[in-house]
């Protein structure tokens, strides 16, 4: 673990889940005892979900022309991300 996260913990600055659950195993105390867990319940935004949607759809179609899958699923999402389906559109 980085002197930067346990510092940032330190100063009670947000830090991922996994690091809080190393910090207090390493401490062997209880979680919830030493950090606040929030949950962000925040939506992506487009430009996120355009963003897993290409990589997704890039993986996927690898693993087609490698023929570890019959077919990249990706391609038949009905309600694609916007700016993915303008640039299908200008590709036509």
Do not use: W
């Not at 919830?32 to 993986?59: A, C, M, W």
């Not at 996927?60 to 990249?72: R, T």
């Amino acid at each position: 673990m980085s002197l930067t996260t346990i510092n940032a913990a330190k100063r009670g600055e947000p830090i991922s889940g996994d690091k809080a659950t190393a910090i207090c195993n390493a401490l062997k105390v209880p979680v919830n005892t030493v950090f606040n867990i929030e949950q962000d319940s925040r939506p992506l935004s487009e430009k996120t979900i355009q963003e897993h949607h290409r990589l997704i759809s890039l993986i996927l179609s690898y693993a087609e022309k490698e023929m570890l899958v019959p077919y990249n699923a990706a391609v038949k999402v009905i309600n694609k991300p916007k700016a993915d389906r303008a640039q299908r559109g200008q590709l036509l």
